[in-house]
């Protein structure tokens, strides 16, 4: 893999330069999301990511059940469908029998955070070198609106339709700050797609993500909260506005841990034991 920009991309003397460029790796499709759907953007910035670091032809991604598993309609890479919270365990078998290759994981709350929570605390804790893009919009979009592990304290889901107590259902799961305290957790970040300069923030979360495991990193995970306007109940816009106000609240922003890879490796590794005399 190689980290060179692409010539297009370059300046030389007399010749204009091409500031932007659809990346390759992004299909040409009409999106079938909902309007207003935050996937959309999650894609366009993995694809960005992917291109600049000439990814596509070395990656085998995993998308399980949820409104995550239309990524490979999306993006033109290799891709295996998983049952629904497994991404981890079938990123681990790829690992495994495809050490060279780029492995990667794109999941929704109610897929990570929920059914598939033993697979992706067990996969951090081995530090499996696996990238995992965590799209949170706190609600089960595909099946019909239901509580996710993520909805906030009140919210109105099918399943709670007089809002989330706390009570009765629980806390919403700060998942990634949870995994971040795993030794085999590389890097770790949150970031959003609120608006322009978070979303520049967030591409930047996935790049060093990617570039984690490139180098040899352990698992990496990035949580992009997102909105679900129809799920909500709410505009796009209204959504956006809800993100950027009580989600983002209740969901704090930024790089959780990134312990680097040298330091990565030596805390996961095991203890030495004192022989007794």
Request: charged share 15%; glycine share 10%.
């Given at each position: 893999m190689?980290l060179?920009p692409?010539p297009?991309l370059?300046?030389?003397?007399?010749?204009p330069?091409l500031?932007?460029?659809?990346?390759?790796?992004?299909?040409?499709r009409?999106t079938?999301y909902?309007p207003?759907?935050g996937?959309?953007?999650?894609h366009?910035l993995?694809?960005?990511?992917?291109t600049e670091?000439?990814?596509p032809?070395?990656?085998?991604a995993?998308a399980?059940?949820g409104?995550?598993v239309?990524?490979?309609?999306?993006?033109?890479?290799?891709?295996?469908?998983?049952?629904?919270?497994?991404?981890p365990?079938?990123?681990?078998g790829?690992r495994?029998?495809?050490?060279?290759?780029?492995?990667?994981?794109y999941?929704g709350?109610?897929?990570?955070a929920a059914?598939?929570t033993?697979?992706?605390?067990?996969?951090a804790?081995?530090?499996?070198?696996?990238?995992?893009?965590?799209?949170?919009?706190?609600?089960?979009?595909?099946?019909?609106?239901?509580?996710?592990p993520?909805t906030?304290?009140g919210?109105?889901?099918?399943?709670s339709?007089s809002g989330?107590?706390?009570?009765?259902?629980?806390?919403p799961i700060?998942i990634?700050?949870?995994?971040?305290q795993l030794?085999g957790?590389?890097?770790a970040?949150?970031?959003?797609?609120?608006?322009?300069?978070?979303i520049g923030?967030?591409k930047?979360?996935?790049?060093r993500?990617?570039?984690v495991q490139?180098e040899g990193?352990?698992?990496?995970?990035?949580e992009?909260?997102?909105n679900?306007?129809?799920?909500?109940?709410?505009t796009?816009?209204?959504?956006l506005?809800?993100?950027?106000?009580p989600?983002?609240?209740?969901?704090?922003?930024?790089?959780i841990?990134?312990?680097?890879v040298?330091?990565?490796?030596?805390a996961?590794a095991?203890?030495a034991v004192?022989s007794?005399?």
């Amino acid at each position: 893999m190689t980290l060179n920009p692409s010539p297009e991309l370059t300046a030389r003397p007399g010749v204009p330069r091409l500031i932007y460029r659809k990346p390759d790796v992004l299909l040409d499709r009409s999106t079938h999301y909902c309007p207003g759907c935050g996937h959309g953007i999650v894609h366009r910035l993995l694809a960005e990511v992917m291109t600049e670091l000439d990814l596509p032809a070395h990656t085998i991604a995993v998308a399980p059940v949820g409104c995550a598993v239309f990524a490979y309609d999306y993006l033109n890479v290799d891709f295996v469908e998983a049952p629904h919270g497994r991404a981890p365990a079938v990123a681990t078998g790829i690992r495994r029998v495809r050490p060279e290759a780029f492995v990667l994981t794109y999941q929704g709350d109610g897929d990570l955070a929920a059914i598939g929570t033993a697979e992706i605390v067990h996969a951090a804790a081995r530090g499996e070198r696996i990238t995992a893009i965590f799209v949170n919009n706190g609600i089960y979009g595909m099946t019909g609106g239901q509580m996710a592990p993520t909805t906030l304290l009140g919210q109105k889901t099918t399943s709670s339709p007089s809002g989330r107590d706390a009570a009765l259902m629980g806390y919403p799961i700060r998942i990634t700050e949870m995994l971040a305290q795993l030794p085999g957790v590389t890097y770790a970040a949150r970031g959003s797609i609120a608006d322009a300069s978070l979303i520049g923030k967030l591409k930047a979360m996935i790049k060093r993500a990617c570039l984690v495991q490139m180098e040899g990193g352990g698992f990496a995970l990035v949580e992009a909260l997102s909105n679900c306007p129809v799920g909500w109940g709410m505009t796009p816009q209204e959504s956006l506005d809800h993100l950027k106000g009580p989600v983002i609240e209740a969901y704090p922003l930024g790089v959780i841990v990134d312990r680097g890879v040298a330091a990565a490796v030596a805390a996961a590794a095991p203890a030495a034991v004192e022989s007794e005399a």
